[in-house]
């Protein structure tokens, strides 16, 4: 069983209400512990390592944002991606997705949207070009098409093995993402083999299932938004649902995520919740980033015809078996949104703020009856399955004691058990906005200089 997390100093870190930017006004430090003149930015497929002083591990927002970070810090340093720019959210998002941040908060280190619609949300083609210019803008030495395979401890420092070469250095950034692998549950061995499956990362649109009805298993974010889509497509859909986290798009005239941020809600540090394992695995919000600016819940999704169920317990011979708890599970949505709605409210009457409309309350989930525990999966009625079950990383490469009992990158609030390595991108990473866009900028500050402290030490 590996290690557990030490406790790191962060005395000197900034305050996680710091919105301080980027910036070359901090001591620069030229730490290349290279002798090598080859280029830090391509491998060596002669079998010679190249040795740089960081390695970063991923090529989308979070890695492009702490590779401005070392770059601010003159910390050479590779950024090495197994595609190209923004490989995820090109390869791996559906077509009509839209973040559920406004623009308005879309930003990283030294770079933030400028356009005319702040209060819209990004779709894949917008986000990916703002990533894209982003990357040019900060001239970021990118290593693309390159597949990490290994990385292990050597010599102090750490060995990157790739399939275009290795490299030698002294610090790590896992960059990689937080949703690499669809978390289909082992309940969907016992799928008829006349029913479908499709992941969210495999999903485009509807034209790509079969005809007839889709069952969708999970109700956070994207179970929701899914289940309305294929809905609006003309199929029969139901949704299971399990525990969920409810919240209006709107409230008092305002975005809820304007809400969030002026509360400092967003801003909350990992330091400051009882529980940070749970915190890091709360479901992401029912919203959606529709130009309509709608809500969207259980309310709306059976206001269109969307059928309910409970969560999916079990397939036995072809029948579904959902659990009896959907009133609890609805019941406790609704609590936990009131509670967040009291805090929007004190905030607002504690900073005096007259800029919002009347305090109000939401409809209650309708729960007329329990819904029906079984569905014969066999029957034909259910064609497809779409397991919007969540998601999990991919770090089989990463070859370093640094995970927990199961299987999971353990980690204090970035900086893990191992000198010289960290992680970025991981829901509640440092703050609760670290899962989005924006929150990169202000981890990507902290552990760069937790980094660069790091190598001071290294040389003292």
Known sequence: MPTRVRRTSAHWLPSHRSVRRCSTSFRTRRTSLSTSTEPSGFGDRRGRAVRVTTVVIGGGHSGLAISKCLTDRSIDHVVIERGEVANSWKSQRWDSLRLLTPNWLTRLPGHAYKGDQPDEFMGMPELIDFIESYSTAISAPMQGDTTVTSVRRQNGGYEVVTDQGTWQCATVVVASGACNVAAVPD?????????????????????????????????????????????????PVTISVGEHVRMPRTYRGRDVQWWMDAAGLLDESHTEVDDIVRARHVPSPQLVGSPERASVDLNTLVESGIELRGRLGGIRDGVAQFSGGFRNHCMLADLKMNRLLNTFDEWATESSCDEVADSHRFEPTRIEDEPPLEMNLASGQIQTVVWATGFRPDHSWLDVPVFDRKGRLEHDGGVLDSPGMYVMGMPFLRRRKSSFIHGAEDDANDLTDHLASHLDSMVA
């Open 187 to 235: 309940v969907a061995a016992g799928l008829p083999d006349s029913v479908s499956s499709v992941t969210p990362l495999e999903y485009r649109n509807s034209d790509q299932l079969a005809d007839g009805g889709v069952l969708v298993v999970g109700a956070s974010a994207t179970g929701a938004q899914l289940a309305d889509e294929i809905h609006r497509s003309g199929r």
